[in-house]
């Protein structure tokens, strides 16, 4: 069963900023072979919150959530990982329900966005998310810009 958390940024302590970080540089730079800047200032920063999702002890599922300043600007959906030792179990499904669960109490009112992984875009468009951009390149994956009002 998996334990889920909702934290505004001012509510991490260092062991579960740890493992967040630690996970998304396992899967996004070291599995993923993509060298770029992780930590981007974001995850501290604002109304910015962070979905984890733990199963004994261990970070299995994690979302980042950003509220852009601007007010009519979307909330936008990202960071979004399951663990290599979670895969196939279709916690990235419950991950996502979470997600915009978190959007739809913060945010009620506000479009969401996310940058997705292209071969992402059904299972996101399942979410009722529409592509709003052509594919692009970004760190050398193919993404596409998708929202969901």
């Not at 998304?24 to 070291?30: A, K, L, Q, S």
């Not at 509220?67 to 499904?93: D, T």
Request: charged residues 25%.
């Amino acid at each position: 069963m998996i334990h889920w958390q909702d934290l505004h940024h001012s509510e991490l302590d260092v062991p579960t900023l740890y493992a967040l970080l630690k996970l998304r540089c396992d899967v996004f730079v070291v599995e993923q072979n993509c060298v770029y800047a992780d930590i981007d200032g974001d995850d501290l920063v604002g109304e910015n919150r962070h979905l984890l999702g733990w199963r004994d002890g261990e970070l299995v599922a994690y979302a980042r959530i950003l509220k852009n300043e601007v007010e009519w600007e979307p909330v936008a959906i990202g960071r979004v990982i399951v663990s290599p030792a979670a895969r196939g179990e279709k916690l990235g499904y419950q991950l996502m329900e979470q997600a915009l669960a978190v959007c739809r109490k913060y945010w009620p009112q506000q479009a969401i966005y996310l940058g997705a992984q292209a071969h992402l875009q059904s299972f996101y468009g399942s979410f009722g998310f529409k592509p709003v951009t052509d594919v692009y390149d970004e760190d050398g994956i193919p993404h596409i810009g998708m929202a969901k009002e």
